[in-house]
Each structure stands twice: as C-alpha cells, then as structure tokens.
Nanobody
Framework: QLVESGGGLVQSGGSLNLTCTAT????????MGWFRQAPGKEREMVAT???????WYADSVKGRFTISRDNDKVQIYLHMTNLKPDDTAVYFC????????WGQGTQVTVSS
C-alpha cells in the first residue's frame, strides 16, 4: 500500500528527494514517517509527520532533512540535503492506523 521512490547514488554534500505514495487513500488520516536501515544496523526512525503537518526529526538529520506531506495526493516527501556517507541506507515509509503499513524501501547511497 506504500510505494517509495526517488532513491539513488549521490556524492557527499548532495541532495535527494524521496516520495512515498499510498495507494489506499484512507492512509491520509494517519501520521506517516520515514525510516532507514543501513547494513548490519537496526531500522531507525528518521522523520515523522502528523496529519496536521507537525514534523519530528532524528537528531542526526535535523537541519538537513525536511519531511512534508500532501494529503490530497496521499504522499509524503523527504527532502534530503548535505547528505553524508552515514546516510547510506534503505529508506522506508510507514503509515496506517496502527503504523504497521510499510513500503518496500528505496536505496540511498552517498559516496565520499
């Protein structure tokens, strides 16, 4: 029900924009968020956004990443700037009433 897009390979200091599209329009009634998982590491929360567009960010991305949403399109976005090699991971979006709906992920690779 959630499909991520926009990942890719970028040099350190570069930018990328991720999009997550919900095929179930009902998901627009719930908070949504971005997570990431690097090889050998636990999945971690990156940023979340409420239905009223209130954001939350992990300390590691504050000031560099911006989360937003379009409730009409049932999409959320992650605008990533000043990317670092440590940002390399598979990025997932999550949503749903019980926050159990996940996308398949999109790879972000930042080269040094």
């Amino acid at each position: 029900q959630l499909v991520e897009s926009g990942g890719g390979l970028v040099q350190s200091g570069g930018s990328l924009n991720l999009t997550c599209t919900a095929t179930n329009r009902g998901l627009r009634a719930y908070p949504m968020g971005w997570f990431r998982q690097a090889p050998g590491k636990e999945r971690e929360m990156v940023a979340t956004i409420t239905t009223l567009h209130t954001p939350w960010y992990a300390d590691s991305v504050k000031g560099r990443f911006t989360i937003s949403r379009d409730n009409d399109k049932v999409q959320i976005y992650l605008h990533m700037t000043n990317l670092k090699p440590d940002d390399t991971a598979v990025y997932f979006c999550r949503g749903g009433r019980f926050q159990k709906d996940w996308g398949q992920g999109t790879q972000v690779t930042v080269s040094s």
